[in-house]
């Protein structure tokens, strides 16, 4: 049995963090599927009571832990591998200060605008989609801005802060309505060069349930 | 001067986190005062390349240090302290886990519906209005059921995760026009278990800038 299992499903990017993450430090994992389109899965008793009591995927299953939330699940795979890890107190503090951030506002707002815009049936109300769309344009722009300044989010060497932040811009941008990295040049070149790291792979590739079912 | 100088306004549930921290550990402290009402200070490019890029109280200044995100300060302030600090890697990373779900999830959705509902001129569209009630809704639920079984969000006794998710439930339910405490019993009680601290306070009465000017 692979040392880890991760509870997921391709179209999450929050769970995309974690299976990513597993990727690059050359883990030995597999995913465990959930199904989130059909089923509703996430949102069953059963689903609540075993694997995560918030309802959600990531999960990461190791040996007799089990992990949830992105963010959790990134800082300890980096503190177990060695790899990716903010180093000494005032970096780490820094990288959960992004990792908080991203949470809330970045990928916090991506996820449901996409899902609201391409996924759910029926779409989600345009002035949701339009009061979503503000949230993100503002804090994409901080992004952007932090990124001209420097290679990744804390300087030179990527982190787990970046692992965090990629996570949905690596979607396909008909699924949004609108091209992140055709909008952020900073933004751009950044997911070049994560994407450029060993192992790294796109979300569709990494996790079972894509495309989904007509 | 005090030991800490701490940028935030009455009004910000996020600021109150890192405020009702520091009078519940006895620190030395000082607010300053952000005129977000008035002059959308926050917004302004001195605040964000002085203060935070990110355009956000709180913001905790400790002689050469700044820090922001009311997650980073918690931790931070809880491990200077030893007060409200999750102990050991496991409820470490448990604690990780609930601050980054409440920030995303439960005050950061509760932050911008009051702000829309009673706040903002004009106020938020009605259907925004209803996205977040629902996902409020949603996640005061898988609260209120935590704390059905146990005092405190991590088990016997309070820590950061509950100075946390405590925020924006402290504020007038007129101000989200329906009664947090009134419709989630557990919850209820555990404010009132919160505020049996020593050193507790009400939002209005330890940060400025309360009431509002007409």
Redesign the interface.
């Given at each position: 049995m692979p040392a880890y299992q991760l509870y997921c499903f391709a179209q999450s990017g929050n769970a995309y963090r974690a299976a990513l993450m597993l990727n690059l430090i050359g883990a030995d994992w597999k995913p465990v599927f959930v199904d989130f389109f059909k089923g509703g899965e996430t949102r069953t008793p059963k689903y609540r009571a075993e694997v995560n009591?918030?309802?959600e995927v990531p999960v990461l299953v190791d040996g007799a832990?089990k992990?949830?939330?992105s963010?959790?699940i990134l800082?300890?795979l980096s503190e177990k591998s060695g790899k990716f890890r903010p180093e000494g107190e005032?970096e780490k503090?820094e990288a959960?200060?992004w990792?908080?951030?991203d949470?809330?506002?970045v990928n916090?707002f991506l996820g449901p605008y996409r899902f609201l815009k391409t996924l759910s049936k029926p779409p989600?109300?345009?002035?949701?989609l339009?009061?979503l769309k503000g949230r993100i344009d503002n804090n994409l722009g901080?992004l952007d801005?932090?990124l001209s300044e420097r290679p990744f989010v804390l300087g030179a060497r990527p982190t787990i802060v970046d692992i965090s932040l990629v996570a949905y811009p690596y979607y396909p941008a008909e699924e949004f309505g609108f091209d992140i990295p055709g909008t952020y040049k900073n933004i751009a070149a950044w997911l070049e060069r994560m994407k450029a790291l060993p192992g790294w792979k796109h979300p569709y590739d990494l996790m079972p349930g894509h495309p989904l079912p007509a």
């Open positions: 009591e918030m309802g832990k992990l949830s939330q963010g959790v800082n300890y005032d503090l959960l200060r990792i908080i951030w949470n809330q506002k916090g989600g109300d345009p002035a949701v339009t009061f901080i801005k932090r």
